[in-house]
Each structure stands twice: as C-alpha cells, then as structure tokens.
C-alpha cells in the first residue's frame, strides 16, 4: 500500500475511535474495531483470552529478538468540549489522553511491517492494552504468557507540548511510581463542649498532614524528583460532636525505587507516632501501584538516531511526576518510553484536549523503524 492511502486509512480509523471512546475494561468496541484493522491487512491477532484489548504479531523472515510495542486504547471520564467533527459521540466519555493516537499509530506500525516482513529481524508483538488509566492494565497483559520471550518492549504517548511529530526522548526514570495511602486515626469520640471526655483525632490529622511535607523537605535527597500529597481528609458528622475517627488519603510519586522505600517507612513512622504523642492511634494503609517508568539508555540513543532518519525533530523528553502502568512491564524487561508531538494545545486529561491527526503516519512510520532493525 502507498503511504498516502495509508494516511487515509489511518485518519479515518483514528475518527472513529476517538467519536468511540470506550472506559477502563469496557474497550469491546474498540477492540472489535483494532481486530478487523488489522485482520483486514493480513496481520496475525494472537488467540489471548482477554476481555479487552489484544495483541497482534508479526513474524520477520529474517532472524532477530522478538519485540513488544505497547498502546494503551482506553479514554477516560471526561466531557469532550472541542469543535472537531469527529468529537466523541459519548457523553462523558473522551479520548482525552491520546491513546486513540497510540491505536491508530500501533496499527499502522503493524501493517508497515506486515508489508515489510522481508526485511524485519525477529518478531513484533503489537499489545493493544487495556485501562491504563487504572494504572493496572499492563497487569491484565501480563497475566497472559506474552512477554515471556520478549526482549524489550516500546511505549509511546501523546505530547501536546510539543509540535506535531517532535520526537521527545531522555534516558532514564521520566514518569513516577505511583502509591497510594490511606491513613485511619481513631482518638474517642465525645461532645464538641468537652473534648476532655475523648481524644480529638482532628487535631492529630493536623499534624500528620503537615509533619508528612517534612518528608520530602527533610528526609529525601534533594536531587530526587518526588512527592507526597494529602488528597481527601474526612471526619466528623457534626458542629457539636467531636468524632471518634478522622480518615486521610493521598498519593506519593517518586523516581527512585529507595525514596519510595523511604516514603513508606517515613509516612508510618509519622502518622503512628504523631497519633500516639496525641493519645490517639493511626492506622496505615499503604496501596503499592505502579513502579516509575525507566527509559533503558541503548533504546532512547535509537529512538535520537531513528527520528533523525526519518526526518523528525527532537526534543529532551521532561520527567513527569505522572505514572503509566507501562513501567510494570519493565520490571522484566527493558523499556522505552517515547513521547510524539501531537501539536502544541491543551493538556492532556483536558476536556479540549487535541491530537493533530497529521502525526499519525509519521508515528506508524517511526514505532516501525524502531523495530525493523535495517
Ligand atoms: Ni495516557
């Protein structure tokens, strides 16, 4: 197939999968659409039972490693408010994050080096991932024995910071590990005139709310990206009962596996003995997500020399103290996480949030020069 009538097909199925924006774990139609893409240029789908999402292959004539390129295709819950004539057709819900690009890139990729298995070294596997934006999808992938051969594996994301087709790339941590925590502190409830009766777990939430901003000032090395935020606080039901329990949540990201060692151990020893110089009690729950995403050095100098190749520009990718569940695939094996220009504009998650569909072929073309080892 020529390049311009594969532009068009490109742009004609990234219409329609960015007016059929599909949540986490509810990607069927999405994946019935990937399907018949790729099934109608002759590329072989991999027989997983997954839900949602799959994984497509192609095998080279040459001899090589076997490959993986990763795109997430779940939108998220948000209202779109753009113009566009292929705008979401669904209330509420949008490809706000650009993984409708990733899909259509992924599949464009495919038939490019289904066209040119002659010259492609060892076997791709194209992973159509479900519910990133649970940041547990990679998780459902890994389930499946798909990465056991795998050598090391290509991400790519949407970057409105940058014009159309900039490749950005850095080596090194450049998203964060992504926790969660939740800390319960139980004093004894009584009434709001006689806090003497009870122990107040408010002004113990007080304390622990500020003392935890010490961790990042105090304890964490200063050169190490990371932080910690108290997001929800609850207690109380009242103006005239002071309640027996107050309940905070929140997140830390960090870029090095030891400060997250250290939030953890930090984040206890503060609330635990916060609670306990008040006469209280604080319980820690500490909810482990995904690791920071690492890009390996040999794959981001080959994402440099290959945009330089094909023509590209290039740019340093910046850190993010966002995650993406694509790191969990690096815990086995190498990775890189390439960020494409899609167009200076709104951020992503935002509700104008805009891909400039001129970046899809440019984006097939380079996720394919990646792999295809000329
Ligand atoms: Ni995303």
Same mark, same amino acid.
């Given at each position: 197939m020529d390049m311009e009538n594969l532009e068009k097909e490109?742009?004609?199925?990234?219409?329609?999968?960015?007016?059929?924006p599909e949540l986490a774990y509810?990607?069927?139609?999405?994946t019935k659409k990937i399907k018949e893409f790729l099934t109608n240029h002759g590329v072989e789908v991999l027989p997983y039972e997954l839900k949602t999402g799959l994984v497509a292959v192609v095998r080279g004539e040459k001899e090589g490693a076997v490959q993986a390129?990763?795109?997430?295709?779940?939108?998220?819950?948000?209202?779109e408010k753009t113009d566009l004539y292929y705008r979401s057709g669904v209330a509420g819900k949008m490809h706000a994050c650009g993984h409708d690009m990733h899909i259509t890139a992924g599949i464009g990729c495919a038939v490019l080096l289904q066209e040119n298995k002659a010259d492609l070294k060892g076997t791709i596997k194209i992973i159509f991932q479900p519910a990133e934006e649970t940041s547990l999808g990679a998780l459902k992938i890994l389930e499946?024995? #798909?990465m056991e051969d795998v050598e090391c594996v290509w991400g790519i994301h949407a970057d409105p910071t940058n014009e159309v087709g900039t490749v950005a790339i850095r080596e090194g941590y450049v998203a964060a590990a992504v926790d969660r925590f939740e800390i319960t502190v139980k004093g004894i409830g009584c009434h709001g005139a006689h806090p003497d009766d009870g122990i107040d777990p408010i002004p113990v939430a007080a304390a622990i709310i500020q003392a935890l901003q010490s961790i990042v000032s105090r304890n964490v090395n200063a050169f190490h990206p990371s932080l910690l935020s108290v997001t929800r606080v609850h207690a109380g039901t009242t103006w005239n009962v002071i309640p027996s329990e107050a309940v905070m949540e929140g997140t830390v990201r960090t870029m090095e596996p030891a400060d997250r060692i250290l939030y953890e151990k930090r984040l206890r020893q503060i609330a635990e003995k916060t609670a306990q110089a008040y006469g209280a009690e604080a319980e #820690?729950?500490?909810?482990?997500?995904?690791?920071?995403?690492y890009n390996h050095k040999d794959m981001a100098a080959l994402c440099l020399q290959k945009a330089k190749e094909l023509g590209l520009s290039t740019a340093v990718e910046e850190s993010s103290l966002g995650g993406d569940d694509f790191a969990f695939y690096e815990e086995k094996i190498p990775g890189c996480y390439v960020k494409i220009g899609t167009g200076v504009g709104f951020p992503i998650h935002h509700p104008k949030f805009m891909v400039d569909p001129e970046v899809l072929l440019p984006a097939a073309r380079f996720l394919a020069e990646l792999v295809i080892k000329k």
């Amino acid at each position: 197939m020529d390049m311009e009538n594969l532009e068009k097909e490109l742009k004609k199925a990234f219409y329609w999968f960015h007016s059929h924006p599909e949540l986490a774990y509810e990607e069927y139609e999405t994946t019935k659409k990937i399907k018949e893409f790729l099934t109608n240029h002759g590329v072989e789908v991999l027989p997983y039972e997954l839900k949602t999402g799959l994984v497509a292959v192609v095998r080279g004539e040459k001899e090589g490693a076997v490959q993986a390129i990763r795109c997430d295709i779940d939108a998220l819950p948000v209202d779109e408010k753009t113009d566009l004539y292929y705008r979401s057709g669904v209330a509420g819900k949008m490809h706000a994050c650009g993984h409708d690009m990733h899909i259509t890139a992924g599949i464009g990729c495919a038939v490019l080096l289904q066209e040119n298995k002659a010259d492609l070294k060892g076997t791709i596997k194209i992973i159509f991932q479900p519910a990133e934006e649970t940041s547990l999808g990679a998780l459902k992938i890994l389930e499946t024995d #798909v990465m056991e051969d795998v050598e090391c594996v290509w991400g790519i994301h949407a970057d409105p910071t940058n014009e159309v087709g900039t490749v950005a790339i850095r080596e090194g941590y450049v998203a964060a590990a992504v926790d969660r925590f939740e800390i319960t502190v139980k004093g004894i409830g009584c009434h709001g005139a006689h806090p003497d009766d009870g122990i107040d777990p408010i002004p113990v939430a007080a304390a622990i709310i500020q003392a935890l901003q010490s961790i990042v000032s105090r304890n964490v090395n200063a050169f190490h990206p990371s932080l910690l935020s108290v997001t929800r606080v609850h207690a109380g039901t009242t103006w005239n009962v002071i309640p027996s329990e107050a309940v905070m949540e929140g997140t830390v990201r960090t870029m090095e596996p030891a400060d997250r060692i250290l939030y953890e151990k930090r984040l206890r020893q503060i609330a635990e003995k916060t609670a306990q110089a008040y006469g209280a009690e604080a319980e #820690v729950e500490w909810i482990a997500g995904s690791p920071a995403v690492y890009n390996h050095k040999d794959m981001a100098a080959l994402c440099l020399q290959k945009a330089k190749e094909l023509g590209l520009s290039t740019a340093v990718e910046e850190s993010s103290l966002g995650g993406d569940d694509f790191a969990f695939y690096e815990e086995k094996i190498p990775g890189c996480y390439v960020k494409i220009g899609t167009g200076v504009g709104f951020p992503i998650h935002h509700p104008k949030f805009m891909v400039d569909p001129e970046v899809l072929l440019p984006a097939a073309r380079f996720l394919a020069e990646l792999v295809i080892k000329k």
